[in-house]
């Protein structure tokens, strides 16, 4: 008794660890809440597969139970009669596992089939680059491309197509709430088609390990109604407005010096540097450093100051700004609405 009282102080702690990871109110990157056509595809044949297996294996545990209980030994009674085989038995637990297969075969194949269908002529085509770590977006408006970093608009209600580009190394594209991930590959173009079905914020990330900071290559899809996906299209579409004040004019000319080989920011002279984001509106974006850190001036300054204390192996360099020239950056950073 007290080796078994030992056992189970032991398994207590562990228990009550596992019950307490299914008490968070709070999931943002669950597969289990969809939010799309694509999404509630997949959920569909997941609670199929779900509660299939649930059924069987509860079915299984009875039939076990029953046998233990009914054929169980006992003192003094008779030897156990040999069975050599059982024709019916054996037609039928080989019958009913094919046919539970054949269940859950048949809309496994349609969804993963419905999954690569092309997408329909009135989708929104967005090109969608995974580099070592962050996201770029691009949309094509009129004769021009609008590239944005680490959060992708789509409007609710208009199919939207993801073209997947592989920068450099293997990624993988995963919103959950949006669908299952797919691999993003260099040299290859996969797609995703998915409609959004709710206006709100969804958090993704890579899926594929990809380097030293594969953990903190995150993204976020914004699914906005058309009109105010029209409007935000139309605004990032538009070129920085020109800078007036004087302070933060010392602020654009440092950056012009030191940041526009990999920076642009449309509308100025920084009109060449593609290795980084395209920062032409990166006030508006809700974070930075793909997805790490909250847009704000305290965050801006960390991460411009020392970007591979942030992210471990980030290409940005160090430019060993001064803190006074810092201030003077971030403050022009923060007028790139």
């Known amino acids: 008794m007290a080796t078994r009282a030992l056992r189970a102080r032991a398994w207590a702690p562990a228990a009550a660890a596992a019950l307490l990871t299914a008490c968070s109110e709070y999931f943002p990157q669950t597969t289990l809440d969809p939010k799309s056509d694509f999404a509630r595809e997949i959920d569909g044949l997941y609670r199929l597969v779900l509660y299939l297996g649930l059924g069987v294996a509860v079915l299984v545990f009875v039939v076990l139970t029953i046998a233990l209980v009914r054929f169980r030994y006992r003192p003094g009674g008779p030897p156990p009669s040999d069975v050599a085989g059982n024709a019916r038995l054996e037609i ?82 995963w919103i959950p709430k949006m669908g299952g991930k797919r691999d993003v590959i260099p040299n290859r173009v996969n797609r995703i088609v998915f409609t959004a079905e709710e206006p709100g914020v969804y958090l993704g990330q890579c899926a594929e390990f990809c380097g030293d900071s594969h953990a903190l290559m995150k993204m976020r899809l914004i699914a906005h109604t058309p ?17 007036q004040d004087s302070a933060i004019a010392i602020g654009q000319q440092i950056f012009l010096q030191r940041c526009i080989a990999c920076h642009m920011v449309r509308g100025t002279q920084a009109s060449i540097g593609r290795v980084g984001p395209d920062l032409t509106h990166v006030a508006s974006r809700g974070t930075i450093a793909a997805g790490v850190l909250e847009n704000n001036a305290a965050n801006l300054v960390r991460w411009i100051d020392n970007p591979q204390a942030v992210k471990p192996g980030a290409k940005m360099p160090r430019l060993g700004l001064t803190p006074q020239e810092l201030r003077f950056v971030v403050a022009y950073l923060q007028t790139l609405y």
Do not use: C, M
């Open 92 to 173: 039928a637990w080989t019958l009913i596992p094919s046919v539970l297969l054949a269940i859950v075969a048949v809309p496994t194949v349609r969804t993963i089939f419905a999954s690569y269908a092309p997408a329909p002529a009135n989708a929104l085509k967005i090109d969608v680059y995974g580099w070592q770590w962050w996201w770029e977006f691009r949309y094509v408006v009129g004769k021009d491309t609008i590239r944005t970093a680490n959060e992708v608009h789509v409007p609710v209600g208009r199919p939207v197509e993801l073209r997947l580009h592989g920068g450099d190394v293997l990624h993988s594209f």
């Open 227 to 243: 009109e105010n996906f029209e409007r935000w299209l139309r605004h990032e579409a538009s070129p920085a407005l020109p800078v």
